[in-house]
């Protein structure tokens, strides 16, 4: 079972996400409806909830030196367009593994969590305010595992950018423009500090109600 702690606010659906799996609280997802699921809801969350192959605090993919250098986005994506999508089972033989950027950088092959983690540390090195974004591809469907990405500002502009996608015009995008494409669970930001999304909370009431119809 998860567990998520963060600390609530005001007595609000998003901000009682520390208390979800309380049986009375199951109840009230089936009733209530979520709010924005981009809200950010401030607050510690468990590393496992980003996903089985996440064993290391965030700050530990900024450890060592990078043997690539960037210099702006479009350098990011070219070097991202070399790389190659290969699923954890048939890299590691393991079936979620979040590599080191450096161990990312020498095989130059991975699934969306390397890329997404890759390219997150040099957003951040280059100076973006940038955060690690896991969840989901929408719409969401039992053969469609969860997925990562990056949320990065710049002049005034949210921007996705989707590192496993296979051209530049569609891996970088305002957010305003795909909002609705994916829903975001949990980020991590610049400094990394972990936070959850109001798309977890629609999550876990979407998976409750279908338990309860089953």
């Known amino acids: 079972m998860h567990e998520v702690h963060i600390l609530p606010s005001r007595v609000t659906l998003s901000r009682i996400v520390a208390f979800l799996l309380q049986p009375m609280l199951r109840a009230v997802l ?3 409806a979520p709010e924005d699921p981009w809200e950010r809801i401030e607050g510690p969350v468990r590393l496992g909830l980003y996903g089985s192959g996440s064993r ?3 700050a530990w993919y900024f450890e060592g030196p990078s043997s690539v250098t960037v210099n702006s986005v479009n350098e990011i994506q070219d070097w991202l367009l070399g790389c190659s999508y290969k699923r ?3 890299l590691f033989n393991e079936p979620d593994f979040w590599q080191h950027p450096r161990t990312f950088e020498e095989l130059r092959k991975g699934d969306c969590e390397d890329y997404a983690v890759w390219a997150w540390r040099k957003l951040v090195e280059l100076g973006y305010d940038a955060d690690l974004v896991t969840g989901h591809v929408l719409p969401i469907t039992p053969a469609v595992s ?3 990405w990056v949320v990065f500002r710049t002049d005034g502009i949210e921007y996705v950018l989707d590192p496993v996608v296979r051209t530049k015009a569609r891996m970088v995008r305002p957010l305003a423009d795909v909002r609705n494409e994916y829903r975001p669970e949990f980020g991590v930001d ?3 500090r972990r936070f959850a999304y109001g798309g977890f909370l629609l ?3 979407e998976r409750s109600n279908a338990r309860r119809t089953a």
């Open 30 to 32: 089936r009733f209530t």
């Open 56 to 58: 290391h605090d965030f």
């Open 88 to 90: 954890d089972p048939d």
């Open 146 to 148: 969860g997925h990562a």
């Open 190 to 192: 610049r400094n990394k």
């Open 203 to 205: 999550t876990l009431r």
